[in-house]
Nanobody
Framework: VQLQSGGGLVQAGGSLRLSCATSGRTSSKNVMGWFRQAPGKEREGVSCISSSDGSTYYAASVKGRFTISRDSAKNTVYLQMNSLKPEDTAVYSC??????????????????WGQGTLVTVSS
């Protein structure tokens, strides 16, 4: 089970933090990540992080503005989103899997997803 929190409405240039806590059988999987889907657009891998080696993946569109982190003791992944833009508006969902960060973020093979949370950035 993946339980998300955070999100909401923010003005352009503002910040938000998302969190996703895993429990049960998914808590042992090594890679956690965030995807987003805007209306009329395909789902996009935003950022992923591995607990095995600390490696991370960022989509080019968020690099330098978003930071992913993970608290392994709490089985929780965070996405700090700074300098938000209207084009960041989307439903953000967390996911977990036992793969590499690039595989998870580029191909989204996982069957385990959070409930999704809406992030709206106003101009």
């Amino acid at each position: 089970v993946q339980l998300q929190s955070g999100g909401g409405l923010v003005q352009a240039g503002g910040s938000l933090r998302l969190s996703c806590a895993t429990s049960g059988r998914t808590s042992s999987k090594n890679v956690m990540g965030w995807f987003r889907q805007a209306p009329g657009k395909e789902r996009e891998g935003v950022s992923c992080i591995s607990s095995s080696d600390g490696s991370t993946y960022y989509a080019a569109s968020v690099k330098g503005r978003f930071t992913i982190s993970r608290d392994s003791a709490k089985n929780t992944v965070y996405l700090q989103m700074n300098s938000l833009k209207p084009e960041d508006t989307a439903v953000y969902s967390c996911t977990v899997d036992q793969v590499s960060v690039e595989t998870l973020c580029r191909f989204a093979p996982s069957d385990f997803w959070g409930q999704g949370t809406l992030v709206t950035v106003s101009s």
